[in-house]
């Protein structure tokens, strides 16, 4: 039976929505209107140097005078549709996600996507037959990609729904250790775990940990694991409910298993090998970083336009060693693109949705909601850390998911109540 909504469940805050809508609205902004040189000048003097350049190219007489501020009004109109679409999500969100069981529901839903691809990559490699979604791969042979064409994205997407899946497992543990100090109530407690959901939950965990592994991701695992123990130990010294033997059993299973066990088996040499030999004699993205923070002065208010790195990328380069049309940083890329006009908002998203993570970690009447902030500010760390050399958050299933994770905190606590009505 659906739980009615209290009070406090009626009155939900509309901020982070606005906040989505008005980045789209920005990145309409930058595509659609046209303005005049001397109005576009106060914004990005750069651009409309860009644009009257091109024009002399094609003709000396030319009479133009009116530009928009993006310089690829189709790419940024396209990235306003994925960002209206992420938009769309949370409000539909909100809108069904209105019970315990729907919130479970929706957990293990976006759990089995990440079971899926694991699972699909992870055959893919062992068997030797590699494919991606009925296509042959051409490259990332050897690492397990899922139906995605880069390792990385993969990885990325995993980093995100195994804290869902270690959340479920924090909400679902048992509180009480009544009857465990003998050793019948010890083994009917085991037997009881093993016959549970928990059980069937911590395989989905283990396959995902698979997965992970077998992309080869230097940036994704080491990101994983550092925003568990870096999350793990925000929960521990934050609140006493999470000092508890139960907690800390499920944080170190998920390190011996996934890390010692798993790894052996499944090679995680491969990847600790990669990190050994990582160094910038031979990567070229320090290049790349180098070169976009020459392009931050001339775009720094108004931006690009979203989706339009790679035009304007070569002006500023040498030879970096290949085509790129990311910065393999979210961060830089953003700003580049957005300008901060388009940044602030993203950045106050961001920080509202740790702040009601955060908010439930405190929450002493709840496991699932003290799960779903885990889970929340978990997988949002982790795909932070991997964001400064990659870029998940330009890849529409990662920055999708990216963003239901933020809108996850307000959720549980809308389909389960405040923590203080609980």
Partial sequence: MTREPTKSQAQPNHLGKFLLLFVAF???????????????????????????????????????????VSLEPGKTLDKAMLTLGCFAMVCLMNGLINSRKRLVQFCYMLILTGVFQAFYGTMMVLTGVEYLFFVPKEAYIGNATGTFVNRNHLAGYLEMTLPIGIGLLLGSRKVSDRGRHHW????????????????????????????????????????????????????????KQFRRPGFVAVIVSIVAVDIILLGTWFDISKVVERIENTGLDHESRDEVVQYVMKMIPDFWLAGTGAGTFAYIFPKYTGFVGGFYDYAHNDYLQLLVELGVIGCIPLAAYLMLGLQ???????????????????????????????????????????????????????????????????
Avoid at 43 to 51: D, G
Avoid at 211 to 234: C, D, K, P
Avoid at 375 to 383: K, P
Avoid at 390 to 415: G, H, K, M
């Fill in 184 to 239: 019948r109530g010890i083994l009917a407690y085991a037997l009881q775990t093993l016959l549970s959901p928990i059980a069937v939950l911590r395989c989905l965990l283990v396959v995902m940990v698979i997965g992970l592994l077998m992309t080869h991701s230097r940036m994704g695992n080491a990101a994983f694991f550092n925003a568990l123990l870096i999350t793990s130990t925000i929960a521990f010294l934050s609140t």
């Fill in 26 to 68: 920005w990145m309409w902004g930058q595509a659609s209107p046209v303005l005049l040189a001397d109005w576009l000048t106060v914004l990005s003097p750069a651009t409309v140097e860009i644009y009257t350049s091109a024009l002399n190219v094609l003709s000396s007489d030319h009479t133009e005078n009116a530009f928009p």
């Fill in 356 to 422: 009601k993570g955060w908010a439930l970690l405190q929450c002493s009447k709840s496991k699932l909601l003290n799960g779903m902030g885990f889970a929340s500010i978990m997988g949002t760390v982790s795909l932070l850390i991997h964001s400064t050399v990659d870029f998940n958050l330009q890849i529409p299933a990662n920055i999708l998911l990216f963003v239901a994770l933020l809108a996850l905190p307000r959720v549980a606590e809308q389909a389960l109540g405040n923590c203080s009505s609980i």
